[in-house]
């Protein structure tokens, strides 16, 4: 008798059917979290963005300013992406390893993919953009399957 009265489309029913899909699964399941998830790193931008220029203009040290902006919108960016865009329930341990794994192969992909572009004459902007909206998608994919499942 102690179950809440409402449930989110996540915790109606994990269990997979005969397809291996799950109730969460949906199109509408799927398209709320895919808007969450671009809100969220919308924000996560705008946070970063901020924190940057204000670091920078306090210290006039990218050094410093950089890191700080970076890490402080990767733990909101984390942190709203787990309990808002993707309801997880996993363990937050769970789920902080395997995004930080998934960043550190992120910054190593888009470091050598810009630079093999510009290698080959793509203007940094474009390159930049590209690795980006790669990342973007499959990000959406890998929280929803593997790091907020």
Request: one cysteine or more.
């Amino acid at each position: 008798m102690n179950e809440p009265l409402l449930r989110s489309s996540r915790e109606v029913d994990d269990s997979p059917d005969s397809s291996g899909s799950v109730a969460g699964d949906s199109g509408p399941a799927v398209a709320s979290s895919a808007v969450r998830y671009l809100v969220v790193g919308g924000g996560s931008a705008l946070i970063e963005l901020v924190i940057f220029q204000l670091l920078f203009r306090l210290t006039g040290v990218v050094a410093l300013a950089n890191p700080v902006a970076v890490v402080i919108a990767t733990l909101a960016n984390f942190a709203f992406n787990r309990s808002w865009a993707f309801e997880s329930r996993l363990h937050v341990a769970h789920s902080g390893v395997r995004y930080l794994l998934l960043f550190a192969f992120n910054l190593a992909f888009s470091t050598w993919a810009i630079a093999a572009m510009v290698g080959a004459g793509v203007l940094a902007v474009a390159a930049k953009l590209l690795t980006m909206a790669c990342i973007t998608v499959w990000n959406f994919v890998l929280y929803r399957k593997v790091i907020f499942r």
